[in-house]
């Protein structure tokens, strides 16, 4: 089983839609939760970090459910700029990040 | 927020040769710097952990003799692919941490014919 597991995608949706993704984590023991954004070829860009009571940053909002190891991330209203493969990443402590194979996006007119 | 450059951004090479890949801390120091290996519609793999003034730490099936990694500095990684093959074609990604976050180079697309 991957330590991290992710719906590939892709997921096409309208502009103006609302799309969830989600991300379950096999290591109990880990800390630190995120969401990275990453477009074609490019670098991962970190997107928002993922808290226990829940947060929101503008149209992106997260959740993390610790007792079943499952991360989500909501976005709103989405954009075409918002295509790209979103990738859930979680540590164990320290800086060693573990990273999903990701989830692709597309929003179209 | 902080910046880390990689170069060259990318590199087509014989099969056989060594490649060499750069990564720098450009406003800010890291002791420790990480190097990932990406396939197509893969996802970022963690090879080694590059440390400042000591050897590296390479993850479980990664060849320590065929990816040498140097921290001669805490604003320099390197990575040199050695012999490379067709199958070591992947992008290779760096990363150094600063204040708890992650901040990535922009990539070394490697093509090795």
């Known amino acids: 089983r991957k330590e991290v597991e992710q719906d590939p995608g892709p997921f096409n949706v309208p502009e103006g839609a609302t799309v969830a993704f989600n991300c379950t984590y096999s290591?109990?023991?880990?800390?630190?939760f995120f969401w990275y954004r990453q477009d074609c070829r490019k670098e991962p860009k970190l997107l928002m970090s993922?808290?226990?009571s829940g947060n929101e940053d503008g149209r992106f909002t997260a959740q993390l459910n610790r007792a079943s190891q499952y991360i989500s991330l909501l976005i709103r209203d989405s954009k075409l700029s918002d295509s790209a493969t979103y990738l859930c990443?979680?540590?164990?402590?320290?800086?060693?990040?573990?990273f999903g194979t990701g989830t692709q996006l597309k929003v179209e007119l | 927020g902080a910046v880390v450059s990689q170069h060259p951004s990318w590199v087509i090479c014989k099969s056989g040769t060594s490649v060499k890949i750069e990564c720098r801390s450009l406003?800010?120091?890291?002791?420790?710097m990480f190097w990932y290996r990406q396939f197509p519609k893969q996802s970022l793999m963690l090879m080694a952990t590059?440390?400042?003034?000591?050897?590296?730490?390479?993850e479980q099936g990664v060849e320590k003799d065929k990816f040498l990694i140097n921290h001669a500095s805490l604003t320099l990684s390197t990575l040199t692919v050695t012999s490379a093959h067709p199958e070591d074609s992947s992008f290779y990604i760096c990363?150094?941490?600063?204040?708890?976050?992650?901040?990535f180079g922009p990539g070394t697309r490697l093509t090795v014919l």
């Open positions: 990363s150094a941490p600063s204040y708890n976050e992650q901040f």
């Open positions: 290591n109990s023991a880990s800390q630190s």
């Open positions: 993922v808290y226990s």
């Open positions: 990443v979680v540590t164990g402590g320290g800086n060693k990040l573990t």
């Open positions: 406003d800010f120091q890291a002791t420790t």
């Open positions: 590059s440390n400042e003034g000591s050897k590296a730490t390479y």
